[in-house]
């Protein structure tokens, strides 16, 4: 069975470890080529974007995928979008791996941005030290919010244009553990949060350590889910490949 993997996460990561010795499946996974040095994948890989929706589904045909499975990152929404009108043109199978979202605990004080700038505005007329980890697409909203001092946290450094004024930068890739969070929250001396309702384990660290702190934290609400299939975890994708599999007609039987 050929798989096609759209990748850039912890679960893409995940599904290519489990299906790079299993001889039933020939499986390639796809990066955008966003980061410099792309942690190393277990299959081959590809990089770079397809050329929309038409693009994906031309790869789809050539390369004759039996089965699409989108692990990009919940906020990738346009990737989704291209996955899920790629695999309706071409009539493949699709499954989207969307990481369920992280849920308000009692003790948390959260502050909802439906979008950046909303989460810009909310930091407020006074300036502030603030730890946003947001990646680097989105800074032109705080750019326009200079006032406050920013710690940006980023796999890469942005382009030093794109940063707001004075702005500090950490090149650091996840998974982050609660009690390093809480160093670099004290010792930065932050005030306020800023994140992306990403989901998961490895960047949760952070909530943690801003709940024990009692600090605030901007949360920007996801794109709507997605309308294909979709499961919440790696293990839960490879079983529906599994599934499929046995499904599909044998060739040559
Ligand atoms: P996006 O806005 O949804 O996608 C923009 C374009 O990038 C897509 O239209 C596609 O170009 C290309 N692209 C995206 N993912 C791709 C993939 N896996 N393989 C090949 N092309 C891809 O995506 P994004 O938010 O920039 O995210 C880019 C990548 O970073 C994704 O793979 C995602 O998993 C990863 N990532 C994103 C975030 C985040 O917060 N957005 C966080 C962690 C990791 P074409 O239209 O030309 O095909």
């Known amino acids: 069975m050929n798989l096609l993997i759209l990748g850039g996460t912890t679960e893409a990561s995940a599904i290519a470890r489990a299906l790079a010795h299993d001889a039933r499946f020939k499986a390639t996974i796809s990066l955008a080529g966003r980061t410099r040095q792309p942690a190393p994948q277990p299959l081959p890989c590809r990089v770079g974007g397809f050329g929309g929706a038409e693009g994906l589904g031309g790869h789809l045909t050539t390369h004759r995928i039996d089965a699409l499975i989108d692990a990009t990152h919940p906020f990738a929404a346009r990737m989704t979008?291209?996955?899920?009108?790629?695999?309706?043109?071409?009539?493949?199978?699709?499954l989207v791996v969307w990481r369920p979202p992280w849920r308000k605990q009692p003790a948390d004080n959260w502050i909802d941005a439906p979008d950046m700038e909303a989460a810009a505005e909310a930091l407020g007329p006074a300036p502030r030290r603030v730890l946003?980890?947001?990646?680097?697409?989105?800074?032109?909203?705080?750019?326009?919010?200079?006032?406050?001092?920013?710690?940006?946290?980023?796999?890469?450094?942005?382009?030093?244009?794109?940063?707001?004024?004075r702005a500090e930068v950490i090149a650091a890739r996840g998974p982050f553990a609660e009690a390093a969070e809480r160093d670099l929250l004290i010792t930065r001396r932050i005030e306020i949060l800023v994140t992306k309702n990403s989901g998961g384990g490895a960047t949760e660290g952070k909530l943690a350590a801003a709940r024990a702190l009692g600090l605030p934290v901007v949360m920007v609400a996801r794109p709507p889910a997605p309308q294909a299939e979709t499961v919440a975890t790696a293990d839960e994708a490879l079983a529906w490949v599994e599934r499929l599999y046995h499904a599909q007609p044998r060739r040559g039987a």
Do not use: C
């Open 81 to 94: 979008r291209n996955a899920e009108n790629a695999a309706r043109l071409t009539g493949t199978r699709l």
């Open 132 to 165: 946003l980890t947001i990646g680097q697409k989105d800074l032109a909203a705080f750019a326009a919010a200079p006032w406050h001092h920013y710690v940006l946290r980023s796999v890469d450094p942005p382009a030093p244009d794109a940063l707001p004024p």
